[in-house]
């Protein structure tokens, strides 16, 4: 079956950062957009942001937005967030997804999970 598997994540002080990766498997990649979503205890899974197809539009949560970067080797089949200054409110699991709906920022429209990479930025 369709496998993502996110990997990456880690400890790091505020203002530093670190470099998610999503490697998808059994699917054309290329029809999927692509999403990651992150989920801090507590609260609900919220956007992050996403890119299309061909890597032309992408989009950002309002509270990531100059500070994370969201690209896709579609030769690779991987899908990447490039998080800097990072702050603890971004602590969380971070998921990348999947959806053939196209560019969503709603977590229902996607179709594959991968399992979360755990992002834990100390104050």
């Known amino acids: 079956q369709v496998q993502l598997v996110e990997s990456g994540g880690g400890l790091v002080q505020a203002g530093g950062s670190l470099r998610l990766s999503c490697a998808a498997s059994?699917?054309?990649?290329?029809?999927?957009?692509m999403g990651w979503f992150r989920q801090a205890p507590g609260k609900e899974r919220e956007f992050v942001a996403n890119?299309?197809?061909?890597?032309?539009?992408?989009n950002y949560a309002d509270s990531v937005k100059g500070r994370f970067t969201i690209s896709r080797d579609n030769a690779k089949n991987m899908v990447y967030l490039q998080m800097n200054s990072l702050k603890p409110e971004d602590t969380g699991v971070y998921y990348c997804?999947?959806?053939?709906?196209?560019?969503?920022?709603?977590?229902?429209?996607?179709?594959?999970w991968g399992q979360g990479t755990q992002v834990t930025v100390s104050s």
């Open positions: 890119i299309n197809w061909s890597s032309g539009n992408t």
């Open positions: 059994r699917l054309t990649f290329n029809n999927y957009a």
């Open positions: 997804a999947a959806s053939i709906r196209g560019r969503t920022t709603y977590a229902r429209t996607y179709d594959y």
